[in-house]
């Protein structure tokens, strides 16, 4: 595979300089969006991780989305409390900014 094919036959030598230049001015940004792309897939998994394993906590419908540490929480639980302290938990958790919780209150019924 190729990065970068130029026909120099069709190009002056000033402007095949200009676009290597501007392909690996590129090229040299994908790392950096791919590495900030992955920490965010990481801290999310983190966070579904401690909410549903360690935590224990009962979210139906979990959904974590990180964007450069800021996160979002979809999803909803039977009570309140676990809506308060699951946001509180995730807001004292290493690379997160903030947090916004669209976690809904949902109340558990039984049947008669």
């Avoid at 120099?8 to 001015?25: E, F, M, N, Q, Y």
């Avoid at 401690?50 to 139906?60: A, C, D, F, P, Q």
């Amino acid at each position: 595979l190729y990065d970068l094919v130029i026909n120099t036959g069709l190009l002056s030598v000033a402007a095949a300089a200009a676009l290597i230049k501007d392909a690996l001015h590129e090229i040299g940004k994908a790392p950096v969006e791919e590495e900030l792309k992955l920490k965010d897939l990481c801290l999310a998994q983190e966070i579904i991780t401690r909410i549903l394993y360690t935590e224990k906590l009962s979210i139906r419908l979990l959904e974590v989305i990180s964007t450069d540490g800021a996160v979002l929480l979809k999803g909803n639980a039977g009570t309140q409390a676990i809506i308060d302290s699951c946001k509180q938990m995730v807001e004292e958790m290493p690379g997160v900014k903030g947090v916004i919780s669209e976690l809904y209150f949902e109340p558990q019924y039984v049947g008669v």
